[in-house]
């Protein structure tokens, strides 16, 4: 089963506006951590901002948060005042989370978000 | 510190054929996980590697096969290509047990495979 959801495939903002970016998410697990990437046209992955299950605030880093509501199962990425360097592919991810040991721990992603800033 | 290095960046291969990826993780990591990323689609899991052992596996065929090497770096191979495996794989290491809040796991930009 698609743990996963991005319902956006393609979005638009103009230039230092603020967007939001959704994400759905559905797991049996107490203890999951939940992430943004954002993926350039180079390929990498760079890690944007991590919410734990167990955080009790929503987690932000810079001009990224992230609305965490637990019983939704949501985790959308808010980025304020969008720059044209902002464009590119955004992905929403999950880890279960298991402190005894790594095996078996895998990210899973949802199919992706295309951001575009208009100037 | 070096972040994670991947190579080679591009690579072109003809159905049938084998091919190998390789991925130096980042300066003290002991992790590597590999993702397959088709186009138009998130990552999909194959493996992880930790203690040069696979350690995790995803929905992926056995002609998917890993190495670690005791400097942590590690190895994807692909036998018998099919076009299907056309995608960027992506490599991605880290440190166990991890002490921060992020689990610290670092991408590195990826092989773009391309079966013919």
């Known amino acids: 089963a698609q743990k996963i959801t991005q319902t956006q495939p393609g979005m638009f903002v103009q230039e230092k506006e603020a967007v939001t970016l959704d994400c759905t998410y559905d797991?049996?697990?107490?203890?999951?951590?939940l992430f943004w990437y954002k993926q350039p046209s180079s390929g990498e992955m760079i890690f944007l901002i991590y919410q734990g299950s167990y955080d009790e605030q929503n987690a932000t880093e810079g001009r990224y948060s992230l609305n965490f509501q637990k019983a939704r199962k949501s985790a959308n990425l808010v980025i304020s005042a969008s720059q044209l360097g902002d464009s590119a592919m955004y992905f929403c991810?999950?880890?279960?989370?298991?402190?005894?040991?790594?095996?078996?721990?895998?990210?899973?992603f949802g199919t992706g978000t295309s951001l575009t800033v208009i100037p | 510190e070096t972040g994670v290095t991947q190579s080679p960046t591009h690579l072109i291969k003809t159905r049938g054929q084998q091919v190998t990826l390789r991925c130096s993780s980042q300066?003290?990591?002991?992790?590597v996980s590999w993702y397959q990323q088709a186009l138009g689609q998130g990552p999909q899991f194959i493996f992880q590697y930790y203690r040069e052992e696979e350690n995790g596996r995803g929905n992926f065929p056995p002609r998917f096969s890993g190495l670690q090497f005791p400097n942590y770096s590690s190895e994807l191979n692909v036998n018998a290509l099919e076009l299907d495996d056309s995608a960027l794989y992506l490599c991605a290491s880290s440190l166990y047990p991890q002490g921060n809040r992020n689990y610290g796991y670092t991408f590195g930009s990826g092989t773009r495979l391309t079966v013919v």
């Open positions: 797991t049996s697990d107490q203890s999951y951590g």
């Open positions: 300066s003290g990591h002991n992790t």
């Open positions: 991810a999950m880890r279960e989370l298991d402190f005894m040991s790594n095996t078996g721990n895998q990210f899973y």
